[in-house]
């Protein structure tokens, strides 16, 4: 399968990790439109592609992504004519198409994706590391829920998976009195996996998702895909959907390798398959 660069989002597939790269450094990568909609289309071709075996998000510049651009979004439509801006219910209309598709799609593609985090993580640029499966940080990124701040709502499922990674007091104090939340402190709280000094960010995030990449495809998708529904699962149906995950895990080549492996007391070799 083929993947697309857009203006302000760099996507190419290496070695079994499909990188993902904002590269709207002027912006702070705030993602427009288009940028959101290649993230999408990347992310739905990569949960059918078995080439792929790990995602890596990342960002060129000082800053992984300050949130979406509004100020452009809520620009006068000049293709309407002149000074006509968007029309009341546009956000209603528009979000499921883009942000709330994306981050449900970074959620339950069953590939691993791995995010790397410097400077401020703000807005949708927050929920795009809290929904990633490993989140490592510069020891000077900063996570911001900034929507209260500046008089509206939270979007991009923040008041969802924030009380679930950090807990319901954290997350208020995030969503409703603005706290900036610091990467040390971010990593205290379980809000992401690592934090590492600047300088070693891409590189320990490169290695994570060649790791990932190099893992049983098949049974870290399911694992997977058994965290996010475990979330409203009761423990019925979490061991049903265990049960199942088991049964199509123990079918695929790298189970054989895995227990091949095992019993030769070496490293397995993995495929994805």
């Known amino acids: 399968m083929t993947y697309h660069s857009v203006p302000g989002l760099d996507a190419d597939l290496d070695s079994g990790v499909l990188r993902l790269t904002l590269d709207r450094a002027a912006k702070r990568n705030a993602l427009d439109d288009t940028m959101v909609a290649g993230l999408i289309d990347a992310l739905d071709t990569a949960g059918r592609d078995e080439a792929v075996r790990a995602v890596l998000l990342s960002a060129r510049g000082p800053h992984f992504c300050t949130g979406a651009d509004i100020v452009q979004r809520n620009a006068a439509d000049e293709t309407q004519g002149p000074g006509v ?93 603005g706290e900036r939340v610091p990467a040390a402190q971010a990593e205290e709280w379980g809000l992401i996996h690592r934090t590492v000094p600047e300088p070693d960010l891409d590189k320990t995030a490169a290695d994570l998702a060649a790791e990932l990449a190099a893992g049983p495809t098949v049974a870290l998708g399911l694992t997977k895909w058994l965290l996010h529904n475990g979330s409203s699962a009761t423990l019925e149906q979490q061991l049903r959907d265990e049960g199942f995950a088991m049964e199509l895990s123990s079918r695929s080549r790298d189970f054989r390798e895995g227990m091949a492996a095992f019993l030769g007391k070496r490293a397995a070799d993995f495929q994805g398959r």
Not at 121 to 145: E, M, P, Q
Not at 149 to 158: A, I, K, L, M, N
């Open 85 to 177: 801006k968007p029309r009341v219910g546009s956000i209603q209309r528009r979000l499921p198409s883009q942000a709330h598709r994306l981050i449900p799609l970074m959620l339950t593609v069953q590939v691993p994706v791995v995010c790397a985090v410097r400077g401020w993580a703000a807005g949708i640029g927050l929920a795009l590391a809290v929904a990633a499966d490993v989140t490592v940080a510069a020891d000077d990124a900063r996570f911001w829920a900034p929507f209260a701040t500046r008089g509206f709502t939270p979007d991009s499922g923040v008041t969802w998976l924030l009380p679930r990674r950090v807990g319901e007091v954290r997350a208020r104090r995030m969503l409703l009195f």
